[in-house]
């Protein structure tokens, strides 16, 4: 049977649309749910949209929020029509977590659609539920097929934000076109640090007028005020209709609590009347957890760094470069020890391990900052043999190479420009790993940066590079067109993956096909169904 035979057609824009609004219409009706004749003020509402996370061959995480205390009930089905509901679950929305709510779906089939629409039933008169909302994803194949996504980062960032008569946050629309299987979230999806102001002045005269909220008057310091953050980004049309329809992998990286943090950290900025950055990092860690559609580690509380598999032909492994990481500023040690850790001990031997037991194809290391572009807060420390944190990354490549680990490649945002780094040992001062390939896309909606300094620890070289050019300076708005994602596609029948780098237009600025290499198991393999 062919591919075309056996994957069912997506969902076209118009058609989702008319489903979603039908199926809302419906619930308003009483046709979905028949809830007792009420006024509309006892019906809990869906405040933000839906969004779907973490797929895999048989399930996915699904995410909304309401306006009350309230319970949300889930359902999966193959056909926008519900007509055989595959899986059903219930989970309460209470003040605790901000009357948020996730459920995992599982048992569902691999390869498919899959359409879940969320009502919320009031507490108090269980009789009572809201409209419906619909949204759906697609589960991982079982079998080699086409697969693709894409990935960046930074949104909401150098006080640009919503800006309605400039279209809101573009760089979700221009994703949301390119109808992948997910989309990466590498960090920063909040700048909790970045106040929002009424109005900012750009170059050459108008302004920006950002929509305004309370809790984005400040830096966040409360568990209110984090969470203020995710519900301003998510009023944004294009991330909710984005949401949606493409399921999201979120990671974290700095200012989802405040600017370059570390634990331990005094923070010493008049701004800020809690000083403790491992106090501000749990408050925003939980709700980053409350707010993002990701699965919660049975292994450690509050854990973000996990595997998610989709198919044989991919694995992507979504790292945390920012919870276990030692001092910013000390990073000239030629001995690994307590400040040199960056990924940490415990995450760094998780990572080999499942490098070593993945099957895929691809291995895709998704990370919060770059290897090889200096900066006091990242990896690369400048010229010259490995230091500081970058000897924990020596220690990772080498590793890779003599494991015998194939077809490796990294993706990161962060540094507010979009670039290709090739790594080659023949370059490099540390050359004990095999050649890969490290792409850089961000930021989606925040102020642009020009390229930054690369340095010949690892042998990096920027085969493609955009960002903000000299004469304009750093923290260009989003209004001039400076805003990038990156598309991965793998083929199929070949599994050369296509890597295409693009702008907020949609238009591709750069592309690259890479060859995979085979390991003996690597032809035939069946995937196994495995838990995050």
């Not at 697969?147 to 994703?175: C, H, K, L, N, P």
């Not at 790993?433 to 690369?454: K, V, Y």
Request: charged share 20%.
């Amino acid at each position: 049977m062919s591919e075309t035979a056996r994957t069912p057609a997506r969902l076209s824009r118009r058609r989702f649309l008319k489903t979603a609004s039908s199926v809302a219409a419906l619930a308003a009706a009483g046709g979905l749910c028949r809830p007792a004749i009420s006024g509309a003020g006892d019906r809990p509402l869906i405040t933000h949209g839906v969004q779907s996370g973490d797929v895999t061959l048989d399930s996915g995480m699904a995410w909304a929020r309401t306006d009350r205390p309230a319970r949300m009930l889930v359902e999966a089905s193959t056909t926008d029509s519900f007509k055989v509901i595959h899986s059903a679950v219930n989970v309460d929305a209470l003040p605790e977590t901000d009357f948020t709510a996730k459920a995992l779906i599982d048992g569902l089939p691999a390869g498919q659609d899959i359409f879940y629409r969320i009502r919320f039933q009031n507490l108090d008169s269980p009789s009572i539920v809201g409209p419906a909302q619909v949204g759906r994803f697609r589960t991982a194949p079982s079998e080699r097929r086409n697969v693709s996504f894409t990935w960046s980062g930074d949104v909401a960032g150098q006080g640009w934000g919503i800006d309605e008569a400039r279209g809101g946050m573009r760089g979700y629309a221009a994703i949301h076109a390119n109808r992948p299987d997910f989309f990466i979230h590498c960090g920063d999806s909040i700048y909790a640090d970045c106040p929002i102001p009424r109005e900012l002045k750009l170059p050459g005269g108008g302004l920006w007028r950002n929509v305004v909220t309370e809790e984005k008057s400040k830096v966040a310091e409360t568990l209110a005020e984090y969470r203020g953050n995710y519900k301003y980004n998510l009023a944004d049309r294009n991330m909710q209709a984005c949401n949606a329809e493409v399921p999201v992998l979120a990671m974290w990286d700095d200012h989802e609590v405040t600017n370059d943090w570390y634990p331990g950290q005094i923070i010493r900025s008049a701004e800020y009347r809690e000083h403790s950055a491992l106090l501000l990092a749990a408050r925003g860690c939980r709700a980053f957890r409350e707010y993002m559609p990701m699965r919660e580690s049975p292994v450690e509380a509050g854990r973000i760094y996990r595997r998610v598999g989709y198919g044989p032909s991919l694995d992507v492994f979504l790292l945390d470069m920012r919870s276990y990481r030692g001092p910013n500023g000390r990073q000239q040690e030629t001995a690994a020890g307590p400040d040199t850790q960056f990924l940490g001990p415990a995450q760094l031997a998780w990572l080999k391990r499942e490098l070593m037991n993945s099957r895929a194809t691809w291995k895709v290391i998704a990370a919060d900052l770059p290897l090889g572009v200096v900066s006091g807060d990242a990896v690369a420390q400048g010229d010259g043999p490995p230091l500081g944190r970058e000897l924990e990354i020596a220690d990772l490549l080498a590793f890779i190479k003599h494991a015998g680990i194939r077809n490796t490649v990294w993706i990161t945002a962060d540094m507010h420009y979009t670039a290709a780094h090739y790594y080659d040992p023949n370059r490099a001062v540390f050359q004990d790993f095999e050649p890969f390939w490290e792409f850089m896309s961000g930021p989606l909606h925040a102020g642009t940066w020009s390229p930054g300094l690369i340095d010949n620890t690892f042998g990096p070289r920027a085969v493609y590079q955009k960002g903000c050019s000299a004469e304009q300076g750093d923290n260009l708005a989003p209004c001039f067109g400076l805003q990038f994602f990156g598309h991965v596609s793998i083929n199929g029948a070949s599994q050369v993956m296509t890597v295409t780098l693009k702008d907020v237009q949609d238009r591709a600025l750069w592309s690259v096909a890479i060859e995979p290499q085979f390991n003996k198991w690597s032809l035939g393999a069946t995937p196994r169904r495995r838990s995050l």
